[in-house]
């Protein structure tokens, strides 16, 4: 039970016992997740509203006393002095414009924000060095852009995150406009563990021994900063819940327990319901998902099922008079605008993720009970895809795309695991659609972040975006900061 890659995960039992196709399986379950009449997921073309949103992020050192800090209060770093974990929200074709100051006081602290998911221009894609200037401490910046898809998103640095994340400089990104049929109540929640020491002190947020291998995991499970947090929603009702794994290390495989559930978009992108059995939710990947809450005074639970004792994350304490009669129906939502690709017509493009012959060595001396942290290592490049590795934790050294794609062009990415670790590997500006896994069966579905198990073979296809620099890379952080990055050229 102890290698992850060899189990399957409770959906897969699913599918490979019964064979069921995504309809057939919801009869399984007692309800049905698609609508009787199939309901195909629909296009839709952004309306420009007009309208304008505008935040504004004041970064700074804020000593905040999370719940699951037992009373103790940690230097977070926050983009918002009222609350850790803003979540914007805009309506699709609305303008989002942006202010960012910069009141970090540690000298050379550079920021950008990333709208991690979000098909936003090159110019607002937030990556220091290569599609902006930083932000140096004490100046501000700006953003300003219309999101061209409906979803759920998030927000963060790119430079230290490994960091940055592990201080809370993070928050949700939602587009809305999707529900074709309202739901009565959301909640959005951000699953992160925090890296507290012994010593009740936040840190260390990475070390040798996890950055060669899975990642250094946190100490303290927590959503939106809370252990095990119990959420009010009205009984009966049909709730979404917007889940976001915003931890940098942590792959999970969620559930839920006590009411009828379906995923209605993962990444953001609408799908074709799928009753949720459980769905392997990788760092940075993001899982919409409509449920019929409990009656009045039930709860219903959000499990984690990827450790072999399954972890209850949060509840759901439905409240008051039901909303809803009769049999619960997870009605699709709009799609977005991402355009299909032409599989038949697509060019093929090899991605190779191994380790650097550090990264290896790093691992097995790890493996074997040596304190690799003590060797002070200069240079930290333990990852590399096609064999580069990027050249520095910042985004200074620029050395040569990874491939140069057509804007418009169709293309299937075919990414092969060399490694014994997993990897959720993400593109910018970009949306993946899935085609096929060596291991794994998986609904049709688009993601801007796809998990590679180890030794794993996934293809996905996708359209040349608009022209530019993006970035692809592992978003296990320590993996990202130590190699596993590069960029993909758009012409
Ligand atoms: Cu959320 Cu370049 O990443
Ligand atoms: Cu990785």
Redesign the pocket.
């Known amino acids: 039970m102890s290698n992850p890659s060899t189990r399957l995960s409770r959906r897969e039992l699913l599918l490979t016992s019964s064979c069921a196709a995504v309809g057939a399986a919801g009869a399984i379950y007692g309800f049905s997740a698609r609508p009787a009449r199939a309901e195909a997921v629909q296009p839709y073309k952004a309306p420009a509203s007009g309208k304008r949103v505008a935040h504004v992020f004041d970064i700074a050192e804020r000593p905040t006393a999370l719940p699951c800090f037992n009373g103790k209060a940690e230097p977070l770093w926050t983009f918002d002095p009222e609350t850790p974990f803003p979540i914007v929200r805009v309506q699709l074709g609305d303008t989002f414009a942006a202010r960012l100051k910069n009141n970090l006081t540690r000298p050379g602290e550079h920021l950008t924000i990333h709208w991690h998911g979000l098909r936003v221009p090159i110019e607002s894609d937030g990556v220091p060095f290569i599609t902006q200037q930083p932000i140096m401490p004490g100046s501000e910046g700006a953003y300003e852009f219309v999101p061209p898809d409906t979803g759920t998103y998030f927000f963060h640095t790119h430079c230290n995150t490994v960091e940055h994340f592990g201080r809370g400089l993070f928050g949700a990104f939602i587009v809305e406009g999707d529900e074709v049929h309202k739901s009565d109540a959301e909640v959005v929640l951000m699953m992160k563990d925090w890296h507290v020491a012994a010593d009740g002190t936040l840190g260390p947020f990475s070390t040798d021994e996890g950055a060669a291998k899975g990642?250094t995991a946190g100490s303290v499970r927590a959503i939106n900063g809370a252990a095990r947090p119990s959420f009010d929603v009205p009984a009966g009702a049909n709730v979404r819940v917007r889940l976001i794994n915003v931890d940098p290390v942590r792959i999970t495989e969620v559930g839920i327990e006590g009411a009828n559930a379906a995923i209605i978009a993962v990444d953001g992108n609408a799908c074709v319901p799928i009753p949720l059995e459980s769905w392997r939710l990788a760092p940075a990947q993001r899982l919409d998902i409509l449920m019929r809450s409990p009656a009045d005074g039930q709860r219903a639970r959000l499990i984690d099922y990827y450790a072999p004792q399954p972890v209850m994350l949060a509840d759901f304490a439905a409240k008051g008079p039901a909303r809803r009669k009769g049999k619960f129906v997870a009605h699709a939502l709009r799609a977005g605008s991402v355009p299909a690709a032409d599989l038949k017509s697509a060019t093929r493009v090899p991605f190779d993720?191994s380790a650097t012959a550090t990264g290896e060595a790093i691992a097995e001396a790890a493996a074997i009970g040596f304190d690799v942290d003590a060797l002070c290592l200069s240079r930290r490049t333990f990852?590399a895809i096609n064999k580069q590795a990027w050249a520095s934790v910042d985004h200074k050294d620029l050395g040569p795309p990874l491939v140069t794609l057509k804007s418009g062009g169709s293309y299937i990415i075919e990414m092969h695991n060399l490694?014994s670790?997993?990897?959720?590997?993400h593109i910018h500006g970009h949306t993946f659609e899935f085609v096929s896994s060596s291991l794994r069966k998986l609904p049709p579905h688009r993601a801007d972040t796809i998990l590679?198990m180890p030794k794993e073979r996934v293809e996905v296809a996708l359209v040349g975006g608009k022209p530019g620099r993006w970035m692809f890379h592992?978003?296990?952080l320590?993996?990202?900061e130590t190699g596993?990055m590069g960029y993909v050229a758009v012409a």
Do not use: R, S, V, Y
């Open positions: 990642g993720f990852w490694t670790h997993a990897h959720p590997i590679l592992c978003h296990i320590e993996h990202q596993m």
